[in-house]
């Protein structure tokens, strides 16, 4: 594989102590053996490739789904379980100049079908994953933030749209009480234990009909007639179609076209131990509402069912034991930073993973140039409990020759390079810092 991080980054490190694993034991799949046969091979046991294999199998579909080391090992096992709108890192304002009002309609459309989407799995698998949470808030860290959400709220309210401005004031009745200067809550989206949700989609797969293995690496992808042969340590899997749903765990060389058109980069979390009646209180936040701060380096927290507190943000550029050690000590200060009464509250648990960025700034979900056969589904730059699940749909209808019965923009079926090839990531910290000096 040709990834662009040490080894360390894709290792046991940075995943040890997630709280998630406290959870739920993951299931135990087998390894691929052998040669076989099926309509589509799926790379990548995450949201993407389990929500691609559900929908193929459910389709009638064969599909084997490979994943290179154990269920929920990546970001999908990992991340804060924000299952929200989003996906791209442009502003609607931004989205619209550069990609037309009609595009920019279909791109949001889609966001709010992703989050109905996975509402809609749980529902029907009977999935539980301790969701709660009436939307999603975010908070505005200083008073030029809070402008602009008052802005923000407006043209919303003036295109049709519903959402609740709270002052700073006001914070405090609502249980959202912190450093922060007013919010804006969206009512689409909840939170829930992405591990949970993870393993539910892995078994409505099975039971529909998909094979998955685990320490099951894609080595090589090769074209043979109008197949595909994907080769596994121990076998290979013959196929008409290939999806690629490997995120911010990509190789550059699987296939060669993803080859600097995907940048990962760290998010960080922590949870804490459960909060008392006496914490909350102190602090003044006792709601279960997710949120996140307006910083451009953005962290993001909420009150989980068990009442322990989930804090992370983004910003990770190098991976190795010294640095995950200052991160996760950068992240408690953070966290004490924004909620000065919880000081002396215990961290239990502190992780890192990796998100994925596209150079244009919105996933991409589509065929792969020049290689029939093959599709990809990645960069949901932090929001890929709802989006990477909506990928994957996408992917099972291209997958079998059907227009997609979802909103499908445009804008997510192209993708740039970013210079410099693997040395890439030498673009992200004068990009950082520009962005924290404007937080």
């Not at 459910?58 to 789904?65: K, L, N």
């Not at 929920?72 to 804060?80: D, E, F, I």
């Not at 989609?201 to 042969?229: D, E, V």
């Not at 190789?251 to 459960?274: E, F, I």
Request: proline letters at 6%; hydrophobic letters at 35%.
């Amino acid at each position: 594989m040709r990834r662009i991080y040490s080894d360390y980054a894709y290792g046991p490190g940075p995943r040890n102590n997630c709280w998630w694993d406290e959870t739920c034991a993951a299931p135990r799949w087998p390894e691929q053996s052998g040669d076989a046969q099926v309509d589509v091979t799926v790379i990548g046991g995450g949201f993407t490739g389990l929500s691609a294999a559900l929908h193929l199998a459910e389709a009638g579909a064969s599909v084997a789904v490979l994943e290179a080391e154990t269920p929920g090992w990546g970001a999908s096992g990992r991340n804060g379980g924000f299952c929200c709108v989003g996906g791209s890192k442009l502003s609607s304002a931004s989205m619209r100049r550069r990609y037309g009002t009609e595009e920019t309609q279909i791109y949001e459309a889609a966001e709010e079908e992703a989050v109905a989407l996975v509402a809609g799995v749980l529902e029907k698998h009977g999935i539980k994953a301790d969701t709660h949470s009436k939307g999603e808030t975010q908070m505005a860290h200083s008073p030029r933030a809070w402008a602009r959400l008052q802005k923000q709220a407006d043209d919303i309210t003036r295109s049709g749209g519903k959402v609740e401005l709270f002052s700073k004031a006001q914070l405090a009745q609502q249980g959202l009480n912190g450093t922060f200067h007013g919010a804006l809550t969206t009512p689409v989206g909840f939170g829930l234990n992405p591990r949970k949700y993870l393993f539910g989609l892995a078994r409505a797969a099975t039971k529909a009909g998909g094979q998955l293995f685990q320490h099951s690496p894609a080595l090589k992808i090769r074209a043979s007639g109008s197949q595909q042969i994907v080769t596994t340590k121990r076998g290979s899997l013959r196929s008409d179609q290939v999806i690629i749903a490997t995120n911010g765990y990509s190789s550059d060389d699987l296939p060669d076209w993803l080859s600097a058109r995907y940048m990962p980069a760290q998010s960080t979390a922590m949870v804490t131990r459960p909060m008392t009646d006496q914490d909350l209180q102190a602090q003044g936040w006792f709601s279960d509402q997710m949120a996140y701060d307006t910083r451009n380096m953005l962290h993001y927290f909420r009150l989980m069912p068990d009442r322990r507190f989930l804090f992370g943000m983004r910003g990770g550029l190098l991976s190795s034991p010294r640095v995950e050690r200052g991160i996760r000590q950068k992240l408690r200060r953070d966290f004490e930073r924004l909620f000065p009464a919880w000081h002396g509250v215990e961290t239990t648990h502190s992780w890192s993973g990796m998100v994925c960025l596209s150079r244009n700034l919105v996933p991409f979900v589509g065929p792969v140039p020049q290689q029939p056969g093959i599709f990809a589904g990645l960069c949901y730059h932090g929001n890929g409990v709802a989006m990477g699940s909506y990928a994957g749909r996408i992917l099972a209808d291209l997958a079998q020759g059907k227009r997609p019965g979802l909103p499908y923009p445009a804008l997510m079926q192209q993708m740039g390079r970013f210079p410099f090839g693997r040395a890439r990531r030498v673009v992200m910290p004068p990009a950082y810092a520009l962005l924290a000096m404007l937080d």
